[in-house]
């Protein structure tokens, strides 16, 4: 369970509004709720038994690596491209090496399942994305840059994609070199995805995985004796083919506003109901200083989805900007249901700047405009 510190809210009680030491008092009623932890490596053991690490061999000598997961006996879930095209596959696990008879291969959709006839390894349980929520806390398990054993990776759910028949989703768990074909897990340790590519860049690159879904529908294919790929995958296409919400990431990045402005309104054109679309449109808005359009979309994608954390986050970032205590209140108050420490971070940190430091001093200085001054820091900033 996670606690508030008590003695520093109650300073704030005593400096904000009657509003604030209310909102207050519903974050700390959130902070009651029991929350799950993410589990300790050595709680892990159990699921670790079923990851295996996945090398291929190519011509020359040159092998590659990769991460895959037991889905059920004999028979492994991993990305195609960790071995397309390869001269050979195989597993290993404590140092013992099996090599599969067949592959299940979805190209177009980068996923694959090796077959094997003798893997004496549990199989793990699978829940569908479609269960998934955003924010949910998750974690994955791969094996990053060549690491003999699996090492886990702690996030959220940021966004799920409705696409060809499952939801690809972001997380915030990052992953490396070697992490492709991993397993991601919720807190029950079941199964929601595999881990398998990245937006360009480091600070802020995103991390997508497939869907369950897409290895049931998998199963009922038939096999190929080959490693020989038909199709790239869709991830790799050209930009102008890739879905939607891999198109927007790009003119993010290079902060090319009106790019992403018009993608975000060919995805709404396509899929009016999703509230990523409709965020991303606000986010073009907000970051061309175009406030009052920004809140409406955002106001739609939240409508669409009273989970859209990021939303909220922009939503309390522009009442900041005008100074309007009533809708920095209410966004904040829906952020506390989701994320009560993300909420009263913001409520300690930028409260004031709303709402006016206490008895309304100010000043003019911006490196503390948004701070608490008392008496004697007064002083010495000769106000």
């Known amino acids: 369970m ?4 008590i003695r520093p809210l109650i300073k704030y009680m005593k400096i904000f509004s009657y509003q604030y030491q209310a909102l207050l008092c519903l974050i700390m009623i959130n902070y009651h709720y029991p929350a799950q932890a993410y589990p300790a490596q050595h709680e892990l053991f159990g699921l670790n038994e079923s990851m295996v690490q996945v090398w291929s061999t190519y011509p020359n000598g040159v092998t590659g690596t990769g991460s895959g997961v037991v889905i059920q006996k004999n028979l492994v879930a991993t990305d195609c491209h960790v071995f397309a095209d390869a001269e050979g596959v195989n597993v290993v696990k ?3 090496t099996y090599s599969p008879i067949a592959v299940y291969a979805d190209w177009k959709h980068d996923l694959c399942i090796l077959k094997f006839d003798n893997l004496p390894l549990p199989a793990v349980k699978m829940r569908p994305s479609k269960n998934l929520s955003y924010e949910e806390a998750v974690f ?3 094996f990053p840059n060549d690491n003999p054993v699996p090492l886990p990776s702690y996030g959220n759910v940021k966004a799920l994609y409705p696409f060809e028949g499952g939801n690809i989703i972001r997380m ?4 490396t070199v070697g992490s492709s074909g991993g397993a991601l897990f919720d807190l029950n340790f079941n199964l929601i995805g595999i881990t398998t590519f990245k937006s360009p860049g480091r600070r802020e690159g995103y991390y997508y995985c497939l869907p369950t879904e897409w290895i049931v529908a998998l199963l009922n294919q038939p096999s190929q004796e080959n490693l020989i790929s038909s199709s790239v995958p869709f991830w790799s296409l050209p930009d102008h083919e890739k879905p939607y919400f891999m198109q927007v990431v790009l003119p993010l990045q290079n902060k090319d506003w009106q790019a992403m402005q018009d993608i975000s309104k060919l995805w709404i054109s ?8 409709w965020y991303y449109l606000a986010l073009s808005y907000s970051k061309a200083e175009k406030l009052t359009e920004a809140k409406i979309y955002f106001k739609k994608a939240l409508k669409l989805n009273v989970n859209h954390f990021d939303s909220l986050v922009e939503l309390i970032e522009i009442a900041v900007i005008e100074k309007n205590n009533n809708e920095f209140m209410e966004a904040l108050g829906q952020l506390s249901k989701i994320d009560p420490d993300r909420a009263a971070y913001i409520l300690k940190n930028q409260g004031e700047a709303v709402n006016g430091a ?10 503390v405009r948004s701070q608490v001054l008392y008496p004697a820091e007064l002083q010495a900033h000769k106000l």
Do not use: V
């Open 2 to 5: 996670n606690l508030l510190p």
């Open 140 to 142: 994955s398990l791969t």
């Open 358 to 367: 206490p008895e309304e001093i100010r000043t003019p200085d911006h490196l």
């Open 270 to 277: 396509k899929e009016e109901g999703n509230a990523d679309a």
């Open 172 to 175: 915030s768990a990052a992953f």
């Open 94 to 96: 404590y140092f013992q």
